[in-house]
């Protein structure tokens, strides 16, 4: 099982941009397609954007269609998540995790990261 280590998060303006990156601790991402999820406070985790293992398929929830980016670096078992026009809304912890290849968007594992802290101030 994978073991991913997220970064990047913090404290942001509305309109502006982080870059978040999720790193394979221990085994490496290889052959995984690794999505993005994240949790506000009082809701569900929910899906933001999923990448499938050679990079060029993507899939985005609609309220970040536009202005999240995902990739990735096989090569340094990363994935991205850039983040732009940032919105209120968009505050919440964000995970990755390898996500099923058939549909790009469920989760594949049942143990997540600490995940990295994104607020978004109006």
């Known amino acids: 099982q994978v073991q991913p280590v997220e970064s990047g998060g913090g404290l942001v303006q509305a309109g502006g941009s982080l870059r978040l990156s999720c790193a394979a601790s221990g085994r490496t991402f290889s052959g995984y397609a690794m999505g993005w999820f994240r949790q506000a406070p009082g809701k569900e985790r929910e899906f933001v954007a999923a990448?499938?293992?050679?990079?060029?398929?993507?899939r985005y929830a609609d309220s970040v269609k536009g202005r999240f980016i995902i990739s990735r670096d096989n090569a340094k078992s990363t994935v991205y998540l850039q983040m732009n026009s940032l919105k209120p809304e968009d505050t919440a912890v964000y995970y990755c995790n390898a996500v099923n290849p058939i549909g790009l968007r469920d989760p594949r594992f049942a143990s997540w990261g600490q995940g990295t802290q994104v607020t978004v101030s109006s």
């Open positions: 990448i499938n293992w050679s990079g060029p398929s993507t």
